[in-house]
């Protein structure tokens, strides 16, 4: 079930991220629109200017945003695609570039919505009404948001990312983490996370307690040119105060242009209330009534640049406290993570099985002790279980020892009276008997043959399983080793009267063989192929081909082709690899061991279906033996 929901996380990989990005941007820009009339004082037609703008800007940049995501994806197409099929043929430098996608969609992310918001600078596209000093304060305010949205960006885009590990191939994970300890990028990743997790917030609240208080200077500073600009008016402009020439007039009018304020006298307006508004172009008008017009006075009130630099340092100065500690409890928290990694892989099953689990010196951080304790809980839950399954591989040993002791010493003491059944068999048909005594005694001969036959694969066996099977290899002919096998094949299936087709080259070279051990294995898998027969009507001749195999005709290949299809291929591997079926009778134990001997003279035995749904055993056994005890496939099992 794990592995299907991972699969399905690999196939719908892209949507998700697409998602998620979209969601952090549409909460990233919707914070924005919440704070920035609330942080920056924002006249209401001014906020609804800029909530609209905003609007645009935030689809633009997730519309751009979106595209350089699916960019960025489709250059780890090919690697989603082996992941959905469940390859396991994948490079771990294509998993390492994989390892960077969230802090790449990141960056992107925060470059693409920043470009795209700085546009509000540009006349024609800034919010109407909205002055120079609160456009920059704006934008600083956007670019601020936006970067600490980039947080939860990485966090979403690396969970979604870092799903699909879990069904990467063990080979290539180690190799990518491998690579990583090489370069000690985790350590420096540590370092770096814990940097931008302190250092972050303090810039969001730096910046936005600067932009706060310029905003609210700049309200104070508004107010404050708004009453000048209206005592300017009454007391300069005024005629019904005194007889003001017209030279003068202009003279005040230059002075207060000197300051800022852009002063003229309308004889046409008919506004009996003073008013004022924002312009356009962000400058504030204020409009006051005279006898015979009134006054415009135009200004902006925007702050000195000095004002918001020490409030820029200030913020600065807190954001470079931050980063320095930071930067100081991450590689403090990097050195303990890396010193308990160094002892838990020198951590081996020695000194685990010793009780010697300590993991960590004392931890500098409680995230770095929890990490210790539980390592060393699972090491001593892992001495207790290495204990126990010590004690039960132990007894298992001593189990198999004694089994094997008991089979051999029972099968020994079978096979001494039956020795001496069959020579009193063999001296008494050399007497003169009847047809029905003579039948008597040949069915006494071959019973006993075939119980002969099955304690000596009991005996066999037992060896074996005790890894007590020595074999000794001599050059031997092909041709002579099958024909002692089909004499044996004889014996064992004496009540099974079939032919053997034998087909085998005048050119094939010695081999080395154990003659008697090799010659019985044969024996076995031919007897079994005629007893199958035997129970079968429309079974066809038993075949064995003997042909050279392998590059460089560097073995010896003996097909068994079977004659009847009452043993399905599959249930005849079954019998090879001591399973247990109803089939077979006692030549089951026979199989087993049969493919056990092939294997110990370095080859190996194979069961395949021909054309028509036959059995083909196909044995293997090279022409230079082994120069070590292989390793086989299956041992045959006495119980």
């Known amino acids: 079930m794990n592995e299907e929901r991972t699969r399905d996380d690999a196939i719908h990989f892209a949507r998700r991220v697409l998602v998620r990005q979209a969601l952090v941007g549409v909460a990233a820009f919707g914070a924005i629109a919440a704070l920035a009339p609330k942080l920056l004082i924002l006249e209401q037609d001014v906020a609804a200017s800029v909530l609209s703008v905003g609007a645009k800007i935030a689809l633009a940049a997730i519309v751009a945003t979106t595209l350089l995501t699916l960019l960025r994806l489709r250059t780890h197409r090919n690697l989603l695609r082996s992941l959905m099929i469940g390859s396991r043929d994948i490079d ?52 601020t948001i936006l970067c600490a949205s980039a947080i939860p960006h990485y966090v979403l885009t690396r969970a979604t990312t870092f799903s699909l590990f879990e069904i990467s191939p063990a080979e290539a994970i180690g190799a990518l983490l491998e690579t990583a300890e090489f370069y000690q990028t985790p350590r420096r990743r540590v370092t770096y996370k814990l940097l931008l997790a302190v250092a972050a917030p303090v810039l969001l609240v730096g910046v936005g307690a600067v932009l706060i208080a310029n905003a609210h200077l700049q309200t104070f500073i508004e107010r404050s040119r708004r009453t000048t600009a209206g005592l300017i008016a009454r007391t300069a402009l005024d005629p019904s105060l005194g007889a003001i020439a017209e030279a003068d007039r202009n003279d005040v009018v230059a002075a207060a242009a000197e300051y800022g304020f852009l002063a003229r006298v309308q004889h046409d307006c008919v506004s009996a209330e003073p008013s004022f508004g924002r312009e356009a172009d962000g400058q504030i008008a204020v409009i006051t009534p005279l006898d015979g017009g009134c006054a415009n006075i135009r200004f902006s009130a925007d702050l000195e640049p000095s004002a918001a630099i020490w409030g820029a340092l200030v913020a600065l100065l807190a954001v470079l406290v931050a980063g320095v500690l930071g930067n100081l409890f991450g590689r403090v928290l990097a050195a303990d993570l890396v010193h308990a990694t160094k002892q838990v892989r ?66 020994h003491d079978l096979k001494s009276p039956l020795n001496a059944i069959l020579g009193f068999a063999e001296l008494v048909g050399q007497e003169d008997l009847t047809a029905a005594q003579r039948e008597s005694l040949e069915l006494i001969s071959t019973r006993g043959r075939e119980l002969l036959g099955l304690i000596e694969s009991i005996l066999d066996a037992a060896r074996v399983e005790a890894g007590q ?52 294995a044969i024996a076995v898998i031919v007897a079994h192929a005629l007893r199958t027969g035997a129970a079968d009507p429309s079974a066809r001749l038993v075949r064995l081909t003997a042909t050279m195999a392998g590059e460089f005709n560097s073995e010896v290949r003996i097909d068994i082709e079977y004659g009847s299809r009452d043993v399905p291929p599959d249930e005849l591997e079954a019998l090879f690899s001591r399973q247990t079926t109803a089939r077979g009778r006692g030549l089951t134990l026979g199989l087993s061991h049969a493919r056990s001997v092939i294997e110990l003279h370095g080859g190996s035995l194979e069961v395949d279906g021909a054309p028509d749904g036959r059995p083909l055993c196909r044995a293997r056994l090279p022409r230079v033996p082994p120069p070590r005890r292989p390793r086989l496939s299956s041992v045959p099992a006495l119980g």
Do not use: C
């Open 92 to 143: 771990h430098e294509e998993l390492e570039r994989f390892a960077e996608l969230p802090p790449s969609l990141a960056l992107r992310f925060v470059l693409a919505s920043s470009t795209i918001s700085s546009l509000t600078m540009i006349p024609g596209i800034r919010p109407e009404k909205l002055d120079d000093g609160r456009a920059v304060s704006l934008l600083i305010l956007a670019i």
């Open 346 to 411: 020198l951590l081996g099953t020695d000194s685990v099985l010793r009780g010697a689990t300590q993991i960590a010196r004392p931890a500098r951080f409680a995230v770095v002790a929890r990490l210790g304790h539980a390592i060393e809980d699972l090491a001593e839950r892992f001495r207790v279980f290495a204990a126990a399954q010590e004690r039960a591989l132990e007894a298992r040993e001593a189990a198999q020892r004694m089994r094997g002791l008991l089979f051999a010493s029972v099968s």
């Open 469 to 520: 099977l020595t074999l000794e290899p001599q050059p031997t002919s092909v041709g002579a080793l099958i024909a002692g096998a089909i004499r044996k094949a004889r014996e064992l299936a004496s009540d099974a009267d079939g032919e053997v087709v034998v087909e085998v080259g005048d050119t094939l070279p010695l081999i080395p063989v154990d003659q008697a051990y090799a010659t019985r």
